[in-house]
């Protein structure tokens, strides 16, 4: 049975939700693989990194090459293009008439990224209009495909940052008063590289929006699934943390008289792995960034600065983790009499997507034949910014042994181009699908 017929029966669902929707399209429909390969692989080419991977943190002169390559892309298609006042970039393919349905995730990658976080749903939406485009499809609403800026939260925190300014839950001037780690204002990056666009935030709410996406960890490919239908992301929480001590000989300085910053970095750094351990489940805890001073081989480190990353899916038991922690600073503070302050870099709350959205995804996989698996997602996405104001959902891909965020990040070409075809599917089924009139459906 289709997705796309009218009354749809599920047997995979507990809470059955259907989307009356009726197509006239030819549902056989499906993406030029090639061509999607050969965006991936040249976007892949402007600032690779050994290993396959890229380097390109958001704002900066890489940042703005990937920009100009994928708007190169979209004025190529035809589309209307908008640059709002944080920099996001959104293509829109204008057929029909109303909110689009849209799409799209980010270019800007950590320093040491993969080719296909984030790439891949930009580029899979691009695919996914000029597919549209090739088959002269008459949709009853526009699609849209957009590049949010500074996803990654790499280079300025937090993350996901354009969408949450597009969604309206930031304002603009505070975003653009950001700093990044190496002392760069956010908005003068923005101007620097050309992309401080004029067309306000918060942006046109979509109809719905679907995102694509690599899954970035393990569990697809361990347990032979082909689509995760992402039914929503864990709560994130950063910190920077300073820890101050006081630089001394490592010579003469008897063990019991110091004030090492370094120590007690390390004893938060284990503390935050022994309390992830100990929660099990969904607790992850991530120390990825430590700076000493002066840091030199024989003084006593008199500053520390790490970050702290604390996701979990239960806003409980993450709000008892970030308590935990807070205790164990001023345990810390007070045994090494060390002063220790602490800075919120991103606090955002575990996010549910819509459950016709979800529900449409795994309807549209089964269809495909393609094994589906509902999952939440480890890691930020752009689409959970957008859920804030529209029904919204992800559709993800397996990656191979689960690594991401490493340049050797891979997801097998089926796998990418059954994602694609599932995001085809899901956007035209949107296009034709009515919210409101469904509520009383499902
Ligand atoms: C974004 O990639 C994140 O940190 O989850
Ligand atoms: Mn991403
Ligand atoms: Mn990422």
Not at 181 to 191: C, K, S, V
Not at 209 to 216: C, G, K, R
Not at 317 to 342: H, P, R, Y
Request: charged share 20%.
């Amino acid at each position: 049975m289709s997705a796309f017929d009218l009354n749809i029966s599920y047997t995979y669902r507990v809470q059955p939700v259907s989307l009356p929707v009726a197509l006239s399209v030819n549902k056989t429909l499906t993406i030029n693989a090639d061509r999607l390969m050969r965006r991936l692989a040249d976007l892949a080419e402007v600032s690779p990194i050994d290993g396959g991977g890229n380097c390109r943190l958001a704002l900066t002169a890489q940042d703005k090459l990937g920009r100009d390559l994928v708007m190169n892309w979209m004025t190529e298609l035809g589309l209307s293009i908008t640059v709002d006042t944080i920099g996001n970039v959104i293509g829109t393919w204008d057929t029909g008439s109303g909110a689009p349905v849209m799409t799209g995730s980010h270019i800007d990658t950590v320093r040491t990224g993969g080719r296909f976080d984030g790439n891949y749903g930009v580029l899979a939406g691009l695919e996914v209009i000029e597919t549209c485009q090739t088959a002269n499809l008459e949709l009853p609403r526009p699609l849209s495909v957009t590049f949010f800026t500074n996803e990654e939260g790499a280079r300025f925190a937090p993350d996901m940052l354009g969408s949450l300014v597009y969604a309206g839950a930031m304002q603009v001037e505070e975003a653009l008063d950001i700093v990044a780690i190496d002392g760069a204002r956010l908005g003068d990056e923005l101007r620097t590289i050309g992309y401080d666009g004029s067309t306000p935030c918060p942006g046109v709410v979509p109809h719905a929006f679907v995102e694509l996406h690599i899954e970035q960890g393990p569990i697809l490919e361990a347990e032979g699934f082909v689509i995760g239908a992402v039914t929503g992301v864990q709560g994130i929480s950063w910190q920077e943390v300073v820890i101050e001590g006081q630089s001394n000989h490592a010579g003469t300085t008897p063990m019991a008289l110091r004030h090492d910053a370094a120590y007690i970095a390390a004893r938060l750094t284990v503390f935050l792995r022994e309390l992830a351990l100990r929660y099990g489940q969904h607790q992850v805890c991530t120390v990825g960034k430590i700076d000493l001073f002066p840091n030199l081989v024989n003084v006593v480190a008199a500053r520390a600065t790490l970050t702290l990353d604390v996701r979990n899916t239960d806003n409980t038991v993450l709000q008892k983790a970030e308590q935990e922690i807070a205790d164990f600073i001023k345990v810390l503070a007070s045994q090494e009499e060390v002063t220790i302050s602490t800075r919120q870099l991103v606090r955002f709350d575990p996010v549910i997507f819509d459950d016709r959205v979800i529900s449409l995804v795994e309807s549209i996989a089964h269809d495909s034949k393609l094994s589906v698996k509902t999952m939440p997602s480890g890691a930020g996405h752009d689409a959970q910014m957008l859920a804030r104001v529209c029904p919204s959902g992800m559709i993800f891909v397996p990656s191979v042994k689960g690594i991401s965020h490493n340049a050797a990040e891979f997801t097998h070409t089926a796998d990418l181009v059954a994602g694609a075809n599932v995001l085809l599917q899901s956007m035209i089924a949107l296009a034709h699908h009515d919210f409101n009139s469904q509520a009383s459906a499902s």
